[in-house]
Protein backbone atom coordinates (compact mmCIF):
# COMPACT_ATOMS: atom_id res chain seq x y z
CA UNK A 1 0.00 0.00 0.00
CA UNK A 2 1.49 2.76 -0.84
CA UNK A 3 2.16 5.77 1.80
CA UNK A 4 2.92 9.96 2.29
CA UNK A 5 4.85 11.50 4.78
CA UNK A 6 4.89 15.58 5.19
CA UNK A 7 7.60 15.81 7.72
CA UNK A 8 7.08 19.36 8.90
CA UNK A 9 3.45 20.34 10.60
CA UNK A 10 4.46 24.17 10.76
CA UNK A 11 6.60 26.33 8.54
CA UNK A 12 6.49 29.89 8.86
CA UNK A 13 7.94 32.26 5.91
CA UNK A 14 8.16 35.76 5.30
CA UNK A 15 6.45 37.59 2.63
CA UNK A 16 8.45 37.48 -0.75
CA UNK A 17 10.41 34.57 0.23
CA UNK A 18 10.68 31.21 -0.77
CA UNK A 19 8.74 28.37 -0.19
CA UNK A 20 9.21 24.68 -0.51
CA UNK A 21 7.06 22.13 1.21
CA UNK A 22 8.71 18.32 1.58
CA UNK A 23 6.72 15.12 0.32
CA UNK A 24 7.82 12.08 0.70
CA UNK A 25 6.20 8.59 -0.39
CA UNK A 26 6.46 4.53 -0.48
CA UNK A 27 5.34 2.98 -3.46
CA UNK A 28 6.78 0.16 -5.59
CA UNK A 29 6.52 2.08 -8.94
CA UNK A 30 5.98 5.34 -10.20
CA UNK A 31 3.01 6.52 -8.47
CA UNK A 32 0.21 9.62 -9.19
CA UNK A 33 1.17 12.81 -6.72
CA UNK A 34 -1.04 15.46 -5.87
CA UNK A 35 -0.62 18.43 -3.84
CA UNK A 36 -3.53 20.32 -2.97
CA UNK A 37 -4.91 23.44 -0.56
CA UNK A 38 -6.80 24.14 1.85
CA UNK A 39 -7.75 27.64 3.29
CA UNK A 40 -9.90 27.85 6.88
CA UNK A 41 -12.72 26.29 6.92
CA UNK A 42 -13.02 25.16 3.09
CA UNK A 43 -12.20 21.96 1.11
CA UNK A 44 -9.24 20.98 -0.70
CA UNK A 45 -8.50 22.65 -4.15
CA UNK A 46 -6.21 20.98 -6.58
CA UNK A 47 -2.66 23.28 -6.88
CA UNK A 48 -0.92 20.49 -9.40
CA UNK A 49 -0.56 16.96 -10.18
CA UNK A 50 1.52 14.45 -11.72
CA UNK A 51 0.96 11.32 -13.52
CA UNK A 52 4.58 10.77 -15.79
CA UNK A 53 6.55 12.75 -18.66
CA UNK A 54 8.24 15.91 -17.79
CA UNK A 55 9.62 15.48 -13.83
CA UNK A 56 8.61 19.17 -13.28
CA UNK A 57 4.82 20.47 -12.71
CA UNK A 58 3.15 24.15 -12.66
CA UNK A 59 0.04 24.36 -11.26
CA UNK A 60 -2.02 27.28 -10.09
CA UNK A 61 -1.07 30.01 -8.38
CA UNK A 62 2.49 30.00 -9.48
CA UNK A 63 3.30 26.36 -7.71
CA UNK A 64 5.56 23.67 -8.68
CA UNK A 65 6.51 20.92 -7.96
CA UNK A 66 9.56 18.37 -8.95
CA UNK A 67 9.14 14.51 -8.66
CA UNK A 68 12.37 12.99 -8.13
CA UNK A 69 12.39 9.24 -8.41
CA UNK A 70 15.77 8.39 -6.90
CA UNK A 71 14.78 10.37 -3.48
CA UNK A 72 10.65 9.33 -3.02
CA UNK A 73 10.01 12.87 -3.15
CA UNK A 74 7.54 15.30 -4.59
CA UNK A 75 8.49 18.93 -2.94
CA UNK A 76 6.44 22.05 -3.44
CA UNK A 77 8.12 25.31 -4.28
CA UNK A 78 7.01 28.78 -5.17
CA UNK A 79 9.86 31.45 -5.56
CA UNK A 80 8.00 34.43 -3.93
CA UNK A 81 5.12 33.76 -1.18
CA UNK A 82 2.10 35.72 -0.99
CA UNK A 83 0.29 36.69 2.35
CA UNK A 84 -2.73 34.79 1.06
CA UNK A 85 -0.70 31.77 0.55
CA UNK A 86 -1.05 31.25 4.18
CA UNK A 87 -3.31 27.54 4.49
CA UNK A 88 -2.83 24.07 4.72
CA UNK A 89 -1.10 21.70 2.00
CA UNK A 90 -1.79 18.44 1.78
CA UNK A 91 0.26 15.99 -0.37
CA UNK A 92 -1.40 12.88 -1.57
CA UNK A 93 -0.44 9.90 -3.96
CA UNK A 94 -2.71 7.50 -5.82
CA UNK A 95 -1.61 3.80 -7.48
CA UNK A 96 -1.44 3.71 -11.17
CA UNK A 97 -4.23 0.83 -11.62
CA UNK A 98 -5.32 0.85 -8.31
CA UNK A 99 -8.55 2.81 -9.24
CA UNK A 100 -9.12 5.87 -8.09
CA UNK A 101 -8.26 6.29 -4.30
CA UNK A 102 -5.49 8.75 -3.18
CA UNK A 103 -3.86 8.27 0.12
CA UNK A 104 -2.76 11.83 1.97
CA UNK A 105 -0.33 13.16 3.91
CA UNK A 106 -1.04 14.67 7.32
CA UNK A 107 -0.31 18.63 6.11
CA UNK A 108 1.75 21.46 6.63
CA UNK A 109 0.71 23.96 7.97
CA UNK A 110 1.77 27.80 6.23
CA UNK A 111 2.30 30.70 8.08
CA UNK A 112 2.97 34.03 6.08
CA UNK A 113 4.55 36.91 7.93
CA UNK A 114 4.27 40.85 6.60
CA UNK B 1 -16.79 24.03 -12.77
CA UNK B 2 -18.05 20.57 -11.18
CA UNK B 3 -19.54 21.28 -7.93
CA UNK B 4 -19.96 19.18 -5.02
CA UNK B 5 -22.17 20.02 -2.80
CA UNK B 6 -22.26 19.00 1.00
CA UNK B 7 -25.64 20.04 2.95
CA UNK B 8 -24.69 21.18 6.28
CA UNK B 9 -21.78 22.88 6.86
CA UNK B 10 -21.88 22.28 10.66
CA UNK B 11 -23.92 19.81 12.41
CA UNK B 12 -24.63 18.88 16.19
CA UNK B 13 -25.69 16.09 17.50
CA UNK B 14 -26.39 13.71 20.26
CA UNK B 15 -24.27 10.66 21.22
CA UNK B 16 -26.43 7.73 19.80
CA UNK B 17 -28.42 9.72 17.24
CA UNK B 18 -28.95 8.29 13.92
CA UNK B 19 -26.63 10.64 11.34
CA UNK B 20 -26.93 11.73 8.06
CA UNK B 21 -24.26 13.47 5.86
CA UNK B 22 -25.21 14.21 2.12
CA UNK B 23 -22.85 14.63 -0.39
CA UNK B 24 -24.40 15.94 -4.10
CA UNK B 25 -22.12 16.13 -7.43
CA UNK B 26 -23.53 18.00 -10.74
CA UNK B 27 -20.82 16.11 -13.41
CA UNK B 28 -21.65 13.35 -14.02
CA UNK B 29 -18.66 11.49 -11.98
CA UNK B 30 -18.02 7.87 -11.25
CA UNK B 31 -16.53 7.80 -8.23
CA UNK B 32 -17.27 9.49 -4.63
CA UNK B 33 -15.38 9.52 -1.46
CA UNK B 34 -15.90 10.37 2.23
CA UNK B 35 -13.22 11.30 4.61
CA UNK B 36 -12.51 12.97 7.88
CA UNK B 37 -9.85 14.99 8.49
CA UNK B 38 -8.40 15.20 12.02
CA UNK B 39 -5.80 17.68 13.37
CA UNK B 40 -2.20 15.85 13.16
CA UNK B 41 -3.60 12.59 10.92
CA UNK B 42 -4.31 14.35 7.74
CA UNK B 43 -7.23 12.91 5.30
CA UNK B 44 -8.47 9.73 6.42
CA UNK B 45 -10.41 7.40 4.08
CA UNK B 46 -13.90 6.27 5.53
CA UNK B 47 -16.04 4.52 2.57
CA UNK B 48 -16.16 4.82 -1.20
CA UNK B 49 -17.87 4.63 -4.44
CA UNK B 50 -16.81 3.45 -7.91
CA UNK B 51 -20.42 3.51 -9.24
CA UNK B 52 -24.53 3.51 -8.29
CA UNK B 53 -25.53 1.08 -5.81
CA UNK B 54 -21.75 -0.41 -5.42
CA UNK B 55 -19.43 0.55 -1.99
CA UNK B 56 -16.06 -0.32 -0.69
CA UNK B 57 -14.48 0.42 2.69
CA UNK B 58 -11.51 2.86 3.14
CA UNK B 59 -9.23 2.74 6.10
CA UNK B 60 -11.66 3.35 9.01
CA UNK B 61 -15.24 1.99 7.92
CA UNK B 62 -15.83 1.03 11.19
CA UNK B 63 -18.85 3.15 12.75
CA UNK B 64 -19.72 4.28 9.55
CA UNK B 65 -21.94 3.26 6.54
CA UNK B 66 -22.76 4.54 3.17
CA UNK B 67 -25.24 4.77 0.26
CA UNK B 68 -25.54 5.65 -2.99
CA UNK B 69 -28.79 5.55 -5.00
CA UNK B 70 -28.18 7.76 -7.62
CA UNK B 71 -24.41 8.52 -8.98
CA UNK B 72 -24.68 12.15 -8.18
CA UNK B 73 -25.50 11.23 -4.36
CA UNK B 74 -23.35 9.70 -2.03
CA UNK B 75 -24.62 9.21 1.76
CA UNK B 76 -22.57 9.00 4.55
CA UNK B 77 -24.20 7.47 7.72
CA UNK B 78 -23.00 7.29 11.71
CA UNK B 79 -25.38 4.51 12.77
CA UNK B 80 -25.17 5.82 16.27
CA UNK B 81 -23.05 8.83 16.68
CA UNK B 82 -20.49 9.09 19.27
CA UNK B 83 -17.80 11.99 20.14
CA UNK B 84 -14.74 10.09 19.00
CA UNK B 85 -16.68 10.95 15.53
CA UNK B 86 -16.88 14.41 16.28
CA UNK B 87 -14.60 15.69 13.06
CA UNK B 88 -14.20 17.29 9.78
CA UNK B 89 -16.15 15.47 6.85
CA UNK B 90 -15.25 15.78 3.78
CA UNK B 91 -16.47 14.62 0.37
CA UNK B 92 -15.24 14.13 -2.97
CA UNK B 93 -15.88 13.08 -6.37
CA UNK B 94 -13.99 11.67 -9.63
CA UNK B 95 -14.20 10.89 -13.59
CA UNK B 96 -12.64 7.70 -13.95
CA UNK B 97 -11.48 8.71 -18.03
CA UNK B 98 -8.73 11.69 -16.08
CA UNK B 99 -7.77 9.29 -13.38
CA UNK B 100 -7.19 10.52 -9.90
CA UNK B 101 -8.06 14.04 -9.05
CA UNK B 102 -10.54 14.36 -6.71
CA UNK B 103 -13.16 17.46 -6.39
CA UNK B 104 -13.75 18.13 -3.23
CA UNK B 105 -16.83 19.95 -1.07
CA UNK B 106 -16.24 22.69 1.69
CA UNK B 107 -16.91 19.93 4.09
CA UNK B 108 -19.11 19.52 7.38
CA UNK B 109 -17.85 19.93 10.98
CA UNK B 110 -19.66 17.13 12.91
CA UNK B 111 -19.94 17.62 16.81
CA UNK B 112 -21.36 15.12 18.81
CA UNK B 113 -21.91 15.76 22.39
Known amino acids: AQSVTQPDIHITVSEGASLELRCNYSYGATPYLFWYVQSPGQGLQLLLKYFSGDTLVQGIKGFEAEFKRSQSSFNLRKPSVHWSDAAEYFCAVGAPGGGNKLTFGTGTQLKVEL | DVKVTQSSRYLVKRTGEKVFLECVQD?????MFWYRQDPGLGLRLIYF???????EKGDIPEGYSVSREKKERFSLILESASTNQTSMYLC????????????FGSGTRLTVV
Open chain 2, 27 to 31: MDHEN
Open chain 2, 49 to 55: SYDVKMK
Open chain 2, 92 to 103: ASSLSSRGPGYT
